[in-house]
C-alpha cells in the first residue's frame, strides 16, 4: 500500500481529492490539517491518518514527513485568496513560500528520492493576458496582476528549481477557476449562489450584490479537477508544468442569469464597485491539451450540473 500526504486536507480542493482517493484501495491517506477543527466527516475515517501540523514549522514538517515517509504529497495547502493578498501580501507570501519550501527540503534532506511531488500552483500567475494569448499554455508569458499571483509563481518555480538541482520529482499543475459544492462564498459562484438560496428563504431581499459581470472565465468542475491531479500524480511527468482547466470561457452575467434561471425568485442585481478586483483581466481560456495527452483527462461534468449542485448545496445549509 502506498502512502499518500495530502496538505490542506480539509480545504474545499482537499476534502475532494481524500473523497475521491479513499476509493482507491491502494492508498494510505494521511491528511494533514492546520487545525482539527476545520475536519469533516470526509476525513473521519479510520483510513485516514489525521495529520495536524503548520506547515511554516519547519522542525514538525520533517517529523511528519520522515514518519509517513509518503510515496506522494500533494500540495494544496495555501492561502487562496488574490483579493486578501492586497490587504496582507506578507501574510500570503510568506505562507505560500514557507510551507512549500519546508516540503522540499524535507523531501531533500531525507533522500526521499521515489517521491513524487505534486505542487499546486494556479493560472493566476499569467495574470494581464490580452486576447491574443487565448487559449492560455504553459508557455504563456507571466504576468501576476496580486501578491497572491506573485507567491504562486514562487512556489511554481521553487518546485521546478529543486527538481533541477536536487532531482526531486516535482510535477507543476496551473489550474484554472473550479468551483462546485462545499466551496466557501469568498468565491464568485458559491457567492451568487448563497445570495439566492437565501433570497428563496426570505432571509435577505431579493437583490443580489455583485462584482464585474463582464469578466470571462473557465470554469471546471471540482470533482473533475481531482480527477486530473490523481491522473498527474500518476502519469505527469517530473519537471513538466500542465494546466487544468475546462477549455472554454464563460460571461460571469451569463453564470449569473444561469443561476438566477434556476430559481422560481424574481431577483434584481445591484452592482458593488468594491467587489471589483485590481487588475482584473477580462477573458481567460485553459490550453489543457498537454494535460490531455499526457494522461487522457478531459471534463466529464457539464457546467449545469456544477451550478444546479452548488446552488442546491447552500440551499441546504442556508
Same mark, same amino acid.
Given at each position: 500500500?502506498?502512502?499518500?500526504?495530502?496538505? &490542506?486536507a480539509?480545504?474545499?480542493v482537499?476534502?475532494?481529492?481524500c473523497? @475521491?482517493i479513499?476509493?482507491?484501495?491502494?492508498?494510505?491517506? $494521511?491528511? +494533514? +490539517? $492546520?487545525?482539527?477543527?476545520r475536519?469533516? #466527516?470526509i476525513l473521519s475515517? #479510520?483510513?485516514i491518518?489525521?495529520? #495536524?501540523?503548520?506547515l511554516?514549522?519547519?522542525?514538525?514538517?520533517?517529523?511528519?514527513?520522515?514518519?509517513?515517509?509518503?510515496?506522494?504529497?500533494?500540495?494544496?495547502?495555501a492561502l487562496?485568496s488574490?483579493?486578501?493578498?492586497?490587504?496582507?501580501?506578507?501574510?500570503?507570501?510568506?505562507?505560500?513560500?514557507?510551507?512549500e519550501l519546508?516540503?522540499?527540503?524535507?523531501?531533500?534532506?531525507?533522500?526521499?528520492i521515489d517521491?513524487?511531488?505534486l505542487?499546486?500552483?494556479?493560472?493566476?500567475i499569467?495574470?494581464?493576458?490580452?486576447?491574443?494569448?487565448?487559449?492560455v499554455?504553459e508557455?504563456?508569458?507571466?504576468?501576476?496582476?496580486s501578491?497572491?499571483?506573485?507567491?504562486?509563481i514562487?512556489q511554481?518555480?521553487? &518546485?521546478?528549481q529543486?527538481?533541477?538541482? $536536487?532531482?526531486i520529482?516535482? %510535477?507543476i499543475?496551473r489550474?484554472?477557476n473550479?468551483?462546485?459544492?462545499?466551496? %466557501?462564498?469568498? @468565491? +464568485?459562484i458559491?457567492d451568487?449562489?448563497? #445570495?439566492?438560496?437565501?433570497i428563496?428563504k426570505?432571509?435577505?431581499?431579493?437583490?443580489?450584490?455583485v462584482?464585474n459581470?463582464?469578466?470571462?472565465?473557465?470554469?471546471t468542475?471540482?470533482?473533475d479537477?481531482?480527477?486530473?491531479?490523481y491522473?498527474?500524480?500518476?502519469?505527469g511527468?517530473?519537471?513538466?508544468?500542465y494546466?487544468i482547466?475546462?477549455?472554454?470561457?464563460?460571461?460571469i452575467k451569463? %453564470?449569473?442569469?444561469?443561476?438566477? &434561471?434556476?430559481?422560481?425568485?424574481? %431577483?434584481?442585481?445591484k452592482?458593488?464597485?468594491?467587489?471589483f478586483?485590481?487588475?482584473?483581466?477580462?477573458?481567460?481560456?485553459?490550453?489543457n491539451?498537454k494535460?490531455s495527452?499526457?494522461?487522457g483527462?478531459?471534463?466529464?461534468i457539464?457546467?449545469?450540473?456544477?451550478?444546479?449542485d452548488?446552488l442546491d448545496?447552500?440551499?441546504s445549509?442556508?
Open positions: 500500500m502506498k502512502n499518500i500526504l495530502v496538505t &490542506g480539509s480545504g474545499f482537499g476534502k475532494y481529492f473523497e @475521491f479513499k476509493s482507491k484501495s491502494d492508498f494510505k491517506i $494521511h491528511a +494533514v +490539517v $492546520h487545525s482539527t477543527k475536519t469533516s #466527516q475515517d #479510520q483510513n491518518n489525521l495529520v #495536524q501540523l503548520d511554516k514549522d519547519q522542525k514538525k514538517v520533517f517529523e511528519a514527513i520522515n514518519k509517513i515517509k509518503p510515496d506522494y504529497i500533494i500540495h494544496l495547502a487562496t488574490p483579493q486578501k493578498s492586497f490587504t496582507d501580501p506578507q501574510d500570503t507570501l510568506v505562507t505560500n513560500i514557507t510551507a519546508n516540503i522540499l527540503e524535507a523531501i531533500r534532506l531525507q533522500n526521499l517521491t513524487k511531488l505542487i499546486i500552483s494556479s493560472s493566476e499569467y495574470g494581464l493576458i490580452g486576447p491574443s494569448d487565448n487559449p499554455s508557455t504563456t508569458m507571466l504576468k501576476p496582476t501578491p497572491y499571483a506573485v507567491s504562486k514562487t511554481d518555480y521553487l &518546485g521546478f529543486y527538481y533541477l538541482t $536536487h532531482k520529482k516535482c %510535477i499543475v489550474p484554472f473550479h468551483i462546485g459544492p462545499r466551496q %466557501i462564498d469568498k @468565491f +464568485v458559491s451568487f449562489s448563497k #445570495q439566492i438560496a437565501e428563496e426570505g432571509k435577505r431581499k431579493p437583490e443580489i450584490v462584482g459581470l463582464n469578466a470571462k472565465r473557465d470554469f468542475d471540482v470533482r479537477v481531482v480527477r486530473g491531479y491522473s498527474l500524480l500518476k502519469k511527468i517530473p519537471g513538466e508544468v494546466n482547466g475546462s477549455g472554454k470561457s464563460y460571461y451569463d %453564470i449569473l442569469n444561469k443561476l438566477i &434561471g434556476m430559481s422560481g425568485v424574481k %431577483i434584481s442585481i452592482i458593488d464597485e468594491n467587489k478586483k485590481p487588475g482584473d483581466v477580462p477573458d481567460i481560456i485553459c490550453d491539451s494535460l495527452k499526457a494522461t483527462w478531459k471534463p466529464e457539464p457546467l449545469d450540473k456544477t451550478l444546479k452548488t448545496y447552500w440551499r445549509i442556508v
